[in-house]
């Protein structure tokens, strides 16, 4: 069953290169139990979908084909990056009744990475179908999907036991609109801020943003180390942005989005 968020289901899902290949093993023998790596099962494909907490207004978050585009665009540049899906995202500013009155949605997996530790986060990224619409939308501002992580930041001078670790990539050359981007490396490129007081407490907030390496020694104050809650690909709430994201990279797996489901492979 298809809703406009959902996905059809499939196994096989990796968020350590070690669990991935214990996970392909597994499956290769019928009626073989997954394998567990520790902070929970990363094969299920079934534990990705639009995180509804954090979705508001009526925006698409889909798996699909394609796309693949623009019209004219080189063929290595208008396939999606992996496989030949993606995922869709379709959002719209000043469509509700709240303030703002823009829409959100965050895709992503609430159970397979719950409690894994955030300062082991070495690689993160994705790519992107950008258009030159979307740079519009946004008039001087970057317009373009985040990546977010929901942490316990486990902070000594905050009492936050709650934050979303957001991730603003920079936009991407005019060279690489309409068409799907090279990868971009969220650990070397863009900013990163934290919601609530523990942006507050550690001084990366959306009007002070900081470098990954900079929110990685800010989060590491010595006491207890901050962990993750879920994990994946936000946008909102600004501007209206349609466009798609393959590829999302976190440490040695790159999720890979079908229009079947989420499959896991080796960072390459």
Known sequence: MRTRFGTKRRSALGVTVAAL??????????????????GGDHGRSAHWGVITRNTIGSPVAALRDGPFGSFGVPAQFAHPPYGHGSLGI?????????????EAVHFGNEVDFYGAPVLRLHQVGFHVFQTGENVGYGGANVNMPNIRFEINPNLGNSTATYSSMVWNPPDVPVASRNRWSDYLDATTTGSWWLTGNAGTATGCTLATQCTFPQLMTALNDGGAEPVIYTAG????RDFMWIGAVDGL???????DFESGGVRARYAR
């Open 90 to 102: 379709e959002v719209a500013d000043r469509s509700t009744s709240l303030s703002p009155p823009s």
């Open 21 to 38: 290949v214990a996970i392909v093993a597994a499956s290769a023998v019928p009626g073989a139990a997954s394998a567990v790596p520790a």
């Open 249 to 255: 990279r976190i440490n040695g797996t790159v999720f």
């Open 233 to 236: 690909v936000s946008k909102g």
